[in-house]
C-alpha cells in the first residue's frame, strides 16, 4: 500500500530532521496534489534541511537556488549563450528544470526573479529568448522565507503568495526536540545519509487515489461558506473581525483545500474526506490569502487568528443550497 510507502518517507526523514512532522506532512501534500508550499520561520528551524532531505528520499532532480538580491532572471530560467564553433546562439538551462525546487529565502530577489518563477510555477513552463519549454513532472517549488530581517528583502507580491498552495507557518521546536537537536548535530560524525523510497510513477499513483478521495456534498459547501466568510465576513456574524480584513481570499483557496482535504484523508488511510481534515489543513491553505488593513497590524491581529475564528463560528450545514 502507498500508505505504507509514505510512512517509511516520513521515517526515513526523521533519521535526519527532529520534530518537524507537521512540516514533513505539508510538504508531502504538496508534492502529492501538484501544490507549491512557503516556509515562513526564523532561521535555524530546519527548513532548508527538511526539504533536502526529503529531495533525497524521492527519486526526483532536486536542486537549490539561494536567492539574493543581484539575482537575475537568467540565473533561475536560463539563457541564449553564444558558441563561436557553431557561430550560432544555444540555449543553457537554468537549475529551475528540475523536479524539486528548494528557492531558499525567495523573499530576498527583486522583482523581475520573482516573475520569472511565478511563470514556473503556474504554467509549468519557461520562455528563454523566442522558445517556450516545457518542464519536468512533477514540478514542485518549495520557498522559504525569514520574516525578520526587513532590510535587503522585496516582500512577495500578493499574486504570487496566492500562487502557493499553502503558507505554513514554522515554529520552535519543543524542549526535548531542541535537546535530540543539539545531540545530534554537535556529533561531527553525524551522518545526515537517507535512502530513496518513492519513484516518479509512484508519486503520480498517489495522485491517483486522492483524485478518487470522495468528500460529501455538505463537506463542499462548508468549504465555500468558509471561503465566502472571508469575503463576506458581516454575512457569518463577524462583525468585529470584518474591519481588519481588506480583501478575502481567491478562488484558489476553495480549490487547494479541496485537494489538500483529500490529502489528509488519503494519508490518514480513508478514501473519505471528514470534517476534521478540512479544519487541519484549512490555516495553512487560507492563512497567505486573506489580505488585512493597516488596523488589523496595529491591533496586533494576524490571519491565523482569524482562520481560527472562522473555524468556530462557520457551521457544516447538512442541506445547504448555493445562491
Known sequence: MHQEKIADVIQEVKKVVVGQDRMVNRLLIGLFTNGHILLEGVPGLAKTLTVNTLAKV????FNRI?????????????????NPQAASFEVKKGPIFSNVILADEVNRSPAKVQSALLEAMQEKQVTIGDTTYQLDRPFLVLATQ????????YPLPEAQVDRF??????DYPSKADEMEVMRRMANMSFSSE????????????IRNQINAVKMAEPLEHYIIELVFATRFPEQYGLKEEAKYIQFGVSPRASINLNLASKAVAFMDGRDYVLPEDIKEIAEDVLNH???LNYEAEADGINTRDLVKILMEKVPINKSVTLK
Not at 67 to 81: K, N, S, V, Y
Not at 165 to 170: A, E, G, L, R, T
Not at 194 to 205: G, R, T, W, Y
Open 289 to 291: 490569502r486573506i489580505i
Open 146 to 153: 525569514n520574516p525578520v530581517d526587513q532590510e535587503g528583502t
Open 58 to 61: 524521492l527519486h526526483l532532480d
Open 194 to 205: 537517507v535512502n530513496a523510497i518513492l519513484s516518479k510513477d509512484e508519486i503520480f499513483e
Open 165 to 170: 498552495m499553502m503558507k505554513v507557518h514554522i
Open 66 to 82: 539561494q536567492f539574493t538580491p543581484d539575482l537575475l532572471p537568467a540565473d533561475l530560467i536560463g539563457t541564449m549563450i553564444y
